[in-house]
């Protein structure tokens, strides 16, 4: 990936939102997040790492109860809607039974760690 040029406001951000996706739980959007805060710690200008780091210390994380979603799903279900393609997989309901669906999807819809 080649270097991003980013305004102050943007670099602030992007750490946010990282922060929230790795606050969210150990799936693998949150490690993949943390691996990109990591990256991107070593090159914040010293001037926006004061207020990264305000960000961080006055930002709590609720505890979520939804399952930790799979990287590799959420990729492929993008994969799908962009090329139209007819995706099958596996479910538990709520109830506990499981299925099985086909589907065309057309978005991908996000709420805290809940996907659609």
């Not at 991107?40 to 961080?56: W, Y």
């Not at 709590?60 to 962009?82: D, G, M, N, T």
């Not at 479910?91 to 809940?114: F, H, M």
Request: aromatic share 4%; hydrophobic share 50%; with cysteine.
């Amino acid at each position: 990936m080649p270097p991003l040029l980013l305004s102050d406001d943007e670099a602030v951000a992007v750490v946010a939102c990282l922060r929230m996706a790795a606050a969210t739980g150990s799936d693998a959007v949150g490690e993949a997040a943390l691996r990109g805060l990591a990256k991107l710690d070593q090159v914040l200008p010293s001037r926006l790492r004061a207020d990264v780091v305000a960000l961080h210390d006055a930002t709590i994380a609720l505890p979520v109860s939804a399952p930790a979603v799979a990287l590799e799903a959420l990729q492929q279900f993008a994969l799908a809607c962009r090329d139209h393609l007819i995706t099958r997989f596996h479910y538990t309901a709520n109830d506990g039974k499981s299925g099985e669906r086909e589907v065309e999807p057309a978005k991908l819809l996000c709420r805290g760690r809940l996907w659609y």
